[in-house]
């Protein structure tokens, strides 16, 4: 296994996660913003208010997104697999 291999591999696992993560952050981060401009409308201080709506939407996304999530995972893992022999050397 070489460095340039070993580099290959670290970007590709690295970009991976950073696909499946990014839908999930990037709906809590619009519901955060949704909630703090309501929250700055209305004069309405209350920590749960922020909290819930970001624990639903987060729990909603990976329910939904979890199909997609999982057969990207798949394809990096029978990749890897399927390259096994040759990280051996």
Not at 7 to 15: S, V
Not at 47 to 56: C, M, Y
Request: glycine share 4%; hydrophobic share 60%; aromatic share 12%.
């Amino acid at each position: 296994m070489t460095e340039y291999t070993l580099y290959e591999l670290f970007k590709e696992t690295i970009f991976l996660a950073f696909t499946l993560s990014a839908p999930i952050l990037v709906l809590g981060m619009l519901i955060g913003i949704l909630v703090s401009i309501f929250q700055t409308a209305t004069s309405i201080q209350e920590q749960s208010l922020t909290f819930i709506p970001k624990l639903l939407i987060t729990a909603l996304a990976l329910i939904g997104l979890a199909p997609w999530m999982l057969t990207k995972l798949m394809q990096f893992a029978i990749r890897l697999l399927g390259q096994l022999q040759m990280f051996a050397r």
